[in-house]
């Protein structure tokens, strides 16, 4: 019977060791500093909006030095600020403790970016121009804030008035859209019944599709009779008498 050579095997296991050993190797190498920083980035990602891998996160002050740390367990409570929105310049409060008594707390500064869709123009887009997918598409972008009237999709724009006209690469924004059809069928408008010197406001329901300036029926909820009105912006008809 030949003998199993012994070299062999123990070098398989030494290399199986440290296979498994290194990512406990790796993160002791960390220096404090690092661990607080990536204590930081762990509480971003788990309390933010957006998906991790569409977050950078920047370091705008240097973590203090904690050298002279001491203590078996060095444990970290990352603290934000009330109504963080974790997009832009913003700061986060790290509270140090060792042992599980509290030693220390920091301030650290950082800038959060989101890369975010955003609707551009392919091409010079006319004013009153109704979009279509020729007309528009989609980029990224990384971004600090997100404006209250961003749009983010294709299905916010596509089919939509643009009421003034704007070159190519040209950002759209909601202010810059309309619906092409501010009245339709089946839904709630506001009816303005205007003499020119008295104005009543009541509510009625569209009888039928209308852009701008043209004329439709619509009923009326408390009498329940069809009228007819001049569509004048976004779920508002008028009726001159």
Known sequence: MKSLSVKPICCAFLAFFL?????????????????????IRRHVTQNMLWPAENMRIEFLSRIPS???????KITYSIESRPNEQFIGDTSFGVRIF????????????????????QIIS??????????????????????????????????EVLGKTIIMGVGPNTTITKT??????????????QVILDNGVMKMLTSGMAEEDGAEDTIVKVRN?????????????????????
Request: proline share 3%; aromatic share 6%; net charge positive.
């Open 19 to 39: 296979t498994i050993a290194q990512p406990a190797w790796v993160f002791c190498q960390q220096s404090p500093e690092e661990v607080v920083m990536e204590q």
């Open 66 to 72: 904690m050298e002279k740390m001491s203590g078996k």
């Open 98 to 117: 060792s042992d599980n008594i509290f030693v220390r707390e920091m301030t650290v500064r950082v800038r959060i970016e989101v890369l975010r869709n």
């Open 122 to 155: 392919a091409s010079a887009i006319s004013r009153g121009s109704i979009l279509t997918d020729g007309d528009v598409t989609v980029s990224q972008k990384w971004v600090r804030s997100i404006p209250i009237n961003a749009v983010s999709s294709l299905d």
């Open 176 to 189: 810059m859209l309309k619906e092409a059809t501010p009245v339709k069928k089946g839904k709630m408008v």
């Open 221 to 241: 909820l408390h009498s329940n009779k069809v009228i007819f009105a001049r569509v004048i912006g976004q779920g508002k008809v008028q009726v001159d008498f």
